[in-house]
């Protein structure tokens, strides 16, 4: 059964930073692609972040030098390393996994002072 259980969600200051963790059972993330989502109040999910099974990364244009996109396959575990936040970063965070159409529960990011 897959299952992703997102985590590492909190408040945090602008400028600050957080690592969000997704970790994965049923399979290995190491052989497909996984991706972060986030959806602010009132809107439709939207792209953040996509790791391949390799190591080729894509990222959102506005998330671009501040985000980063890894995975740990010993540990079975995407991240989502987040520096330099801002208050338009405040959303639910998800990961998913886009073959067969897997989403986590979110974990929710806050960026306010």
């Known amino acids: 059964q897959v299952q992703l259980v997102e985590s590492g969600g909190d408040l945090v200051q602008p400028g600050g930073s957080l690592r969000l963790s997704c970790t994965a059972s049923?399979?290995?993330?190491?052989?497909?692609?996984m991706s972060w989502y986030r959806q602010h109040p009132g809107k439709e999910r939207a792209f953040v972040a996509r790791?391949?099974?390799?190591?080729?990364?894509t990222y959102l244009d506005s998330v671009k030098g501040r985000f980063t996109i890894s995975r740990a396959n010993a540990k079975n575990t995407v991240y989502l390393q987040m520096n330099s936040l801002k208050p338009e970063d405040t959303a639910v965070y998800y990961c998913?996994?886009?073959?067969?159409?897997?989403w986590g529960q979110g974990t929710q990011v806050t960026v306010s002072s």
């Open positions: 049923g399979f290995s993330v190491s052989n497909y692609v």
């Open positions: 998913y996994r886009e073959y067969g159409n897997y």
């Open positions: 790791i391949t099974s390799g190591t080729s990364t």
